[in-house]
């Protein structure tokens, strides 16, 4: 399958570990010009090590001066961003009663509106270009509540409806918006939740939830960038206005 993707730019927020960093690296593979940007130095400069030629920029996706920064360096950079993936960290997981409005506000800010003001800063380009792709990484979540997660549940549902509208609005200008909903993905962040910083704890806990999954066991990070790959690439012209899980199965209801 031919997925033409070579020599397009493409911008992956959050994207110095786990299922960012998997699918800049795919993009990086496939012949793309990548940018990412993340929190820590550090953790872009090993990303960069492992994508030579990658635009590794230091951005807080919850402040709204440092998007538009990366995103104007990144235009400045590459000329053009031809697919931008929202993605970030999740939010944090807690009960409705113990969540303040500072933490609703920081949620909003991580999920719902660093991917607002990355695609504003993006899609001027994309639609004097006729062409683009927007692809927002959220969670199986959206399909069923995932018990604890408030805040996540919550917000990354206004992001399913910020995409839906949009994809009406810019599929005219050839520009296709979708969502990729993963499941239990196994990455370094996850592994250490799971198990305190105990792998054999972190083993336990995964046979556990994975008992609940009809595949049996976590996704590596490089199946849920394998969707955000195919969703950039020419071969996905005509899909958009969607949100596509990633989850094993885990999802019990017609996601
Ligand atoms: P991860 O924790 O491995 O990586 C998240 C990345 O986001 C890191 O590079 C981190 O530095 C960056 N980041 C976090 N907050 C940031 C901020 N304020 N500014 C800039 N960068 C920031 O996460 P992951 O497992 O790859 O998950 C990616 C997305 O998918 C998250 O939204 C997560 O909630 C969601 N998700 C993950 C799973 C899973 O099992 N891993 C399941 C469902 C949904």
């Known amino acids: 399958m031919k997925l033409g993707l070579q020599g397009k730019a493409v911008f992956v927020t959050a994207g110095s570990q786990g299922i960012g960093l998997a699918a800049a690296r795919a993009f990086h593979a496939e012949g793309a010009q990548v940018a990412i940007c993340a ?42 961003v031809d697919v931008l993936v929202n993605n970030a960290g999740g939010p944090r997981a807690g009960a409705f009663d113990e969540l303040t409005d500072g933490d609703w506000d920081q949620a909003v800010n991580l999920t719902l509106m660093s991917a607002i003001r990355a695609t504003r800063a993006v899609l001027p380009g ?14 199986y979540g959206t399909k069923q509540p995932v018990p604890g997660l408030t805040l ?3 917000v990354r549902m206004a992001v399913l409806g910020w995409a839906k509208t949009l994809s ?23 592994e250490k939740v799971l198990g305190h910083g105990d792998p054999e704890q972190a083993s336990a806990a995964e046979r556990e939830v994975a008992a609940d999954i009809p595949l049996g066991r976590f996704a590596e990070a ?10 950039a690439s020419e071969a996905a012209s005509y899909i958009t206005g969607t949100s596509i899980a990633v989850d094993g199965g885990i999802t019990k209801g017609y996601a």
Do not use: H, K
Not at 44 to 60: K, N, T, V
Not at 222 to 231: D, H, I
């Open 39 to 80: 929190r820590s130095e550090s953790s872009l400069a090993e990303a960069e090590a492992l994508m030579p030629g990658c635009l590794a920029l230091r951005a807080d996706l919850t402040v709204a001066d440092e998007v538009e920064r990366a995103c104007a360096a990144v235009l400045d950079r590459l000329v053009r």
């Open 126 to 139: 994309m639609r004097a270009n006729r062409w683009g792709r927007i692809i927002n990484i959220s969670s």
């Open 152 to 154: 996540s549940n919550s």
């Open 168 to 190: 009406t609005q810019v599929a005219a200008d050839n520009i296709l918006v979708n969502t990729v909903c993963p499941g239990w993905t196994r990455t370094a962040r996850l």
């Open 222 to 231: 490089e199946e849920v960038a394998n969707l955000v790959v195919f969703l």
